[in-house]
């Protein structure tokens, strides 16, 4: 079974302009949940998204948005990129949401950068 | 206040030896699960070992395992017969099944795991 694949691998942006990055999940798998890694603030959550729908946020500013499709794949956007966002973004993907004990599969993730 | 804290920023352990990497949780939640994750240096997250709250015995994985003590509040993950491959950062995460995470995973700072020839 493929594994979780994120598009593009690596990224390089210049601030102001925005950006779309893309997971496709574990077939079968309906949730999608995106992480932002940096040295400084380690790995946080950004969002969740089960069956089209987005069911958790952490606390990022609006500038993060994402959606989910019919197909489960997911994308996530970046508007008016600042420095800051320079990260790596980790996508993954899980047959459940909410409570319990699965696991979540990630993917390699971009690697972003902002000039 | 830190939810999961990794007190160990890096270690170095000799190859064929056992080694230790050190995690504390923090929750109010009766239910929870905690998760140990290897990232090595390409980037992808990958999933060793889980433990419930209620489960009543350490989790183990082949040459992983977790020592789970949950009046300390601790799940320390023990990596026997360290392999040169096994060298990257370790990561311990909690999922908590009441709280306002709603089931995202919390992550700690990470362990970085160096094994020496």
């Not at chain 1, 956007?77 to 800051?84: A, Q």
């Amino acid at each position: 079974k493929a594994g979780v694949t994120q598009t593009p691998r690596y990224l390089i942006k210049t601030r102001g302009q925005q950006v779309t990055l893309s997971c496709s999940p574990i077939s079968g798998h309906r949730s999608v949940s995106w992480y932002q890694q940096t040295p400084g603030q380690g790995l946080q959550f950004l969002f969740e998204y089960f069956s089209e729908t987005q069911r958790n946020k952490g606390n990022f500013p609006g500038r993060f948005s994402g959606r989910q499709f019919s197909n489960s794949r997911s994308e996530m956007n970046v508007s008016t990129l600042e420095l800051g966002d320079s990260a790596l973004y980790l996508c993954a993907s899980s047959l459940w949401s909410g409570q319990g004990s699965y696991e979540q599969y990630f993917g390699p993730g971009t690697r972003l950068t902002v000039t | 206040a830190q939810k999961i804290t990794q007190t160990q920023p890096g270690m170095f352990v000799q190859e064929k030896e056992a080694v230790t990497l050190d995690c504390t949780y923090d929750t109010s939640d009766p239910s929870y699960g905690l998760f140990w994750y290897k990232q090595p240096s390409s980037g992808e997250m990958i999933f060793l070992i889980y433990q419930g709250s209620y489960d009543q015995q350490n989790a183990t994985e082949g040459r992983y395992s977790l020592n789970f003590q949950k009046a300390r509040k601790s799940a320390n993950l023990v990596i026997s017969a360290s392999q040169l491959g096994d060298s990257a950062m370790y990561f311990c995460a909690m999922r908590e099944n009441y709280g306002g995470s709603q089931g995202n995973l919390i992550f700690g700072k990470g362990t970085k795991l160096s094994v020496k020839p």
